[in-house]
């Protein structure tokens, strides 16, 4: 290819990795997805391309579809080990944020619930809320009909509107409300920290990896109770992190977030989800499987000062 041509590709780099890190919830597939795009881009035709940004869309779209679908994809998710991976705030995989539709689509919350759709519905949700194709446009990206493009859309938003979590943060709000929590974890008392769970509110974890199975509570006490355990460092924590951490504030896929930093690398992030003024749900993810971009995206930014500088 000549270097135009290869430029015009890297131009929409970013847009379709935005893309393929909403249809699929991972950093890692998403960057091979939009390589292989690349390669079909490569080898392709490009005379007969008349609109090289919509013949992409349907590429990535479709090689996307064809990881969900997967055997691999499919037993992951089915046996309940499955979480997105966390992005740091600015990392532009995060792609559009102008609309509250593009902010949402790209939260944990919404990115999990995107699990009980299916592919089609899941592709059909994200370019019409994220990118804002018209239904004649996803039925040509998907082969589907105008019609069956809407009975998607409709379904898939009555499902993630049932399940969502209404609440995002700015850089102020989400340190008040992380350093509320990690208080109210740190001080030994669960009623603290209770107090700032809503009734209803749930828990889910990765167990850093070593777990066969996600871990999930759901009732505050029990969620208190983990939570403050999990916080008390002991020196056989510290030994499996390899050193003492630093607590820092985040916001993470537009969260507010603790993340659990050494030197080098993270090597935790809890997300807090908001209803009003209360947590309604923490995502907590650890497995070093799930964590290699936004360590390389934490390598690269500025910090502000810990609220904990050494646990």
């Known amino acids: 290819m000549d ?13 379709l990795a935005s893309l393929a890190y909403r249809l699929l919830g991972s950093a890692a597939d998403a960057e091979d997805v939009v390589q292989d795009a690349f390669l079909r881009w490569q080898a392709a035709d490009r005379d007969r391309i008349d609109v090289p940004e919509a013949w992409l869309t349907k590429v990535v779209t479709n090689l996307s579809l064809d990881r969900l679908r997967s055997a691999r994809a499919r037993h992951e998710r089915a046996a309940g080990a499955w979480l997105p991976e966390p992005l740091l705030d600015g990392d532009p995989m995060l792609g559009p944020a102008d609309t509250v539709e593009q902010r949402e689509s790209v939260t944990l919350a919404v ?4 699990e009980q759709l299916s592919p089609v519905e899941r592709a059909v949700y994200v370019l019409r809320e994220a990118f804002s ?7 040509e990206i998907l ?3 105008e019609s069956a493009s809407q009975q998607h859309t409709h379904r898939a938003r009555q499902r993630i509107s ?6 995002a943060a700015d850089r102020a709000s989400a340190r008040r409300i992380v350093e509320a929590f990690v208080a109210a974890a740190s001080s030994g008392r669960t009623e603290h920290l209770v107090a700032l769970l809503t009734d209803d509110a749930t828990a889910i974890s990765d167990g850093a990896g070593l777990a066969a199975k996600l871990q999930v ?5 029990r969620i208190a109770t983990t939570l403050r355990a999990g916080f008390k460092p002991t020196p056989a924590k510290r030994r ?7 607590i820092h504030v985040g916001l993470v896929n537009g969260s507010p977030a603790m993340i659990a930093a050494t030197a080098d690398r993270v090597v935790g992030v809890v997300v807090l989800e908001l209803r009003g ?5 923490v995502c907590g993810i650890a497995a070093q499987s799930r964590l290699g971009r936004i360590t390389a995206e934490w390598r690269l930014a500025e910090h502000n000062a810990p609220i904990i500088e050494s646990w």
């Open 133 to 139: 194709y018209t239904h004649a446009e996803i039925g």
């Open 217 to 221: 509570l759901t009732t505050p006490r």
């Open 240 to 246: 499996m992190v390899g050193g003492e951490l630093s």
């Open 3 to 15: 270097t135009a041509t290869v430029e015009r590709f890297e131009a929409g780099r970013p847009r």
């Open 162 to 167: 049932a399940g969502r979590h209404a609440g």
């Open 143 to 145: 082969d589907i009909t």
């Open 277 to 281: 003024d209360k947590v309604a749900a």
């Open 111 to 114: 990115l999990r619930l995107m």
